[in-house]
């Protein structure tokens, strides 16, 4: 079993900057990647970013690239989403998540086993 906990949601600015966190207990010597995904309403939950547990690679969806990092404390065992040059798309649900496998593509939901219970973004225009 892996407890994920995720904090750092809020309401900013278009522009604004925001870090979610994701604090992880239980089996994390387990974990092979840690992902983030976002649930706009009426939409379908999307993969925003991953990150190898051991503080490997990492990967983003082209509508972050270049404003969104992951990255890992393994101190904490908390993985990180900084958010910068925020939009209004950017307006969600964003939950991590945890798969102790690690054999697919790591973009799609059903590819992990733990779910976080989601922090609450919007992005003001």
């Known amino acids: 079993q892996v407890q994920l906990v995720e904090s750092g949601g809020g309401l900013v600015q278009a522009g604004g900057s925001l870090r979610l966190s994701c604090a992880a207990s239980g089996r994390t010597f387990s974990t092979y990647f840690m992902g983030w995904f976002r649930q706009a309403p009426g939409k379908d939950r999307e993969f925003v970013a991953h990150?190898?547990?051991?503080?490997?690679?990492?990967a983003y969806a082209d509508s972050v690239k270049g404003r969104f990092t992951t990255f890992r404390d393994g101190v904490k065992n908390t993985v990180y989403l900084q958010m910068d040059s925020l939009k209004s798309e950017d307006t969600g649900v964003y939950y991590c998540?945890?798969?102790?496998?690690?054999?697919?593509?790591?973009?799609?939901?059903?590819?992990?086993?733990?779910w976080g219970q989601g922090t609450q973004v919007t992005v003001s225009s």
């Open positions: 990150i190898i547990w051991s503080g490997g690679s990492t």
């Open positions: 998540a945890a798969d102790l496998v690690g054999s697919g593509t790591e973009t799609e939901a059903n590819e992990y086993d733990y």
